[in-house]
């Protein structure tokens, strides 16, 4: 379950002055890997149970992933700051930021009771090898709430005067209780999917996905770098919660589309679930009867046909290329260093046209 060649290395030798996506995550990797051998260490000096328990975390928080959310931050901070500017300073408060979504990918793996995440078992199907289900879900939140406690503890590290570190947390707390405000929302959209709307799932997709992914990194790295660039903030929130917007409408359609070989998830997971997404609710808008009612009754493939024969898919890929369109124009005109402007265009295409 664990992979201990991680422990005590790191990932990739951190540059000073990261200058490409490789080397930027291999920095924030590498701050990833000697924060977490330090803590599994001391974990194992109280039981050799707990030591394992938090490779386990560990194992989770370095299994790949995008590493989008610091590479937003990092482009926001790098947005103000001079290329002369060493990242050293910075990065565990970008590393903060990926354990921060560990906590919240493995709750949401629980919640939806999820088999795959990144083409691996989730966490409470590893753990549940070992004593059952019920173990297994209670040990999976127990890591989630370890990488949130984790992220905490590595933001600390940050190194910056007061005054910033207090804005950058400020930041931070909003970022987490956004979150979890959207992520309930879309436990209760579940819940209760008759009373939702088109208009309902975006709130969603603005609270669980566009704040914590683009909206709040932005301006967290703002605040590392700036705090009180007021008229950068506006254009980074613009830009933020659409491109936010278009990177939750594509996993909408991932979601049902999606090549589970490259998203490492099972296709179909929202429509088995009944899940209320945009995609779902705009098809139930644009369905004739006869379809309404096939889609009450149909399988998981045979909805994903009429869903796609309604034009929803059509619908909402022009919902996410009017949100590109939003946020590049919000950045082309933004007081922003040329080379985030460069990067955070090229990373406002990447995020909503991609196959994972």
Not at 72 to 89: C, K, L, M, S
Not at 143 to 170: H, I
Not at 217 to 245: F, K, M, N, S, W
Request: with cysteine.
């Amino acid at each position: 379950m664990a992979n201990h060649t991680l422990e005590g290395k790191r990932v990739e030798a951190i540059p000073r002055q990261p200058v490409s996506h490789r080397a930027l995550i291999g920095a924030v990797e590498g701050t990833l890997a000697d924060f977490l051998a330090v803590q599994i260490a001391a974990l194992d000096t109280v039981d050799p149970a707990l030591g394992g328990f938090a490779r386990t975390a560990r194992d989770l928080v370095m299994a790949g992933g995008k590493r989008i959310r610091p590479t937003f931050a990092y482009w926001g901070w790098r947005g103000v700051v001079g290329t002369a500017e060493p990242v050293e300073a910075v990065l565990p408060a970008l590393g903060a930021l990926e354990l921060m979504h560990t906590f919240a990918l493995v709750h949401d793996d629980v919640m939806d009771r999820s088999a795959t995440r990144r083409g691996r078992p989730t966490a409470h199907r590893l753990f549940a090898t070992q004593h059952g289900d019920q173990f297994g879900d209670s040990a999976a939140i127990l890591v989630g709430d370890l990488c949130l406690v984790w992220a905490d503890q590595l933001l600390a590290r940050t190194v910056a005067p007061p005054a910033v570190l207090v804005e950058v947390r400020t930041h931070y707390d909003r970022m987490r209780i956004e979150a979890i405000a959207g992520q309930y929302l879309d436990v209760l959209g579940e819940a209760d999917p008759a009373s939702w709307s088109v208009e309902r799932a975006l709130l969603v997709a603005r609270h669980k996905t566009a704040s914590y992914t683009v909206q709040w990194p932005l301006a967290y790295g703002l605040a590392l770098a700036c705090p009180g660039r007021t008229d950068l903030d506006e254009a980074y929130q613009i830009y933020g919660l659409a491109v936010g917007e278009a990177f939750q409408l594509r996993d909408d359609l991932l979601g049902v589309y999606g090549d589970p070989a490259v998203t490492g998830k099972p296709a179909g997971d929202d429509l088995r679930t009944g899940k209320p997404t945009t995609l779902l609710l705009m098809a139930r808008q644009m369905a004739t009867e006869a379809q309404l009612d096939e889609l009450a009754a149909a399988g998981v493939a045979r909805q994903a046909e009429i869903i796609a024969a309604t034009g929803a898919p059509a619908r909402v890929e022009e919902m996410i290329r009017e949100r590109v369109r939003e946020g590049v124009a919000a950045i082309t005109d933004a007081p922003v260093r040329a080379d985030a402007r460069t990067a955070l265009i090229e990373l406002a295409a990447a995020a909503s046209h991609r196959p994972a």
